[in-house]
């Protein structure tokens, strides 16, 4: 389920926990609304703060190592599981191919949605993109992980914003100024690029989510099989945006994409 923590992309998730880490103490170090507060006996704020932080850890672990949903020989791609032979023959003349489809790379069978990652070396389930920051693919395992992952790494990040901008001291002179926040500017440069950061990623995969759609989906549609024949507006896998939220956070179980699409693609035929 996990890969190895000493595998590929260890010193991105080293540096990921050294940074996390060293702007949490220099949060703590300086005359911050968290050092007051620890200092004035008054420990929840303090510790909450710790624990999200330590949480948002935990959480790029368990994303960053996770499984995102390989496809490791042909019985992983069971992606005709429940299909008739007479639904077979109601894909479109363009898809035909997909039933068969197997990888220019690996060789193996690819269900609908799946695509081969040339970093990770094996295609994935419901392929999202690869992200260099967590040095995995995001697909159908770990993607709503992820999403969680980027929601509690964003209060994190805006708690610790508004906590260096509390610590920030009066100087007479500009000089004095960054001399006296020199660190505590840094930190709070840091934590305000990647809120942005974070808060674009958040809202993009929340509303590609909402369309049951994915970023490989939305930016190569024109040369993907199974959607390069539909409409510009055209989504065979939208099922409407409550059904959508509530299939990708709530249903655990692998989805056959293939009946999606035969529901919803196979009335014009």
């Not at 994935?124 to 159908?140: S, T």
């Not at 990623?201 to 989906?217: A, D, K, Q, R």
């Not at 390069?228 to 249903?251: A, M, S, T, Y």
Request: glycine letters at 6%; charged letters at 15%.
């Amino acid at each position: 389920m996990f890969k190895n923590v000493f595998g590929t992309g260890f010193l991105v998730r080293t540096a990921h926990v050294i940074l996390t880490w060293v702007i949490t103490l220099i949060l703590f170090l300086h005359d911050t609304d968290l050092r007051k507060q620890e200092e004035n006996g008054e420990f929840l704020q303090p510790v909450l703060f710790v624990l999200l932080v330590l949480v948002s850890v935990l959480l790029y672990f368990a994303v960053s190592l996770m499984d995102p949903g390989f496809i490791l020989s042909d019985s992983d791609a069971k992606f005709t599981l429940g299909i008739s032979e007479e639904q077979q023959e109601m894909i479109p003349q363009t898809s035909k191919a997909l039933r068969q489809r197997r990888c220019g790379f690996c060789l193996l069978q690819q269900p609908m949605r799946a695509k081969h990652c040339q970093t990770c070396k094996h295609c994935v389930r419901r392929y999202d993109h690869h992200c260099p920051w967590i040095e995995n693919c995001v697909g159908e395992r770990n993607h709503r992980w992820f999403i969680l992952y980027l929601g509690v790494q964003l209060l994190a990040l805006l708690w610790g914003l508004h906590m260096a901008w509390s610590g920030f001291t009066y100087a007479p002179t500009w000089k004095m100024w960054f001399q006296q926040n020199s660190f505590l500017l840094t930190a709070f440069s840091l934590v305000a690029m990647f809120s942005v950061v974070v808060v674009l990623l958040l809202g993009s995969h929340i509303y590609l989510v909402s369309l049951n759609t994915t970023t490989w989906e939305f930016m190569s549609r024109h040369r993907i099989s199974y959607l390069k024949h539909c409409g510009v507006d055209e989504n065979p896998f939208d099922q409407g945006i409550l059904r959508n939220l509530w299939g990708f956070f709530c249903v655990c179980h692998t989805v056959v994409w293939e009946k999606v699409y035969f529901r919803e693609g196979s009335d014009p035929v």
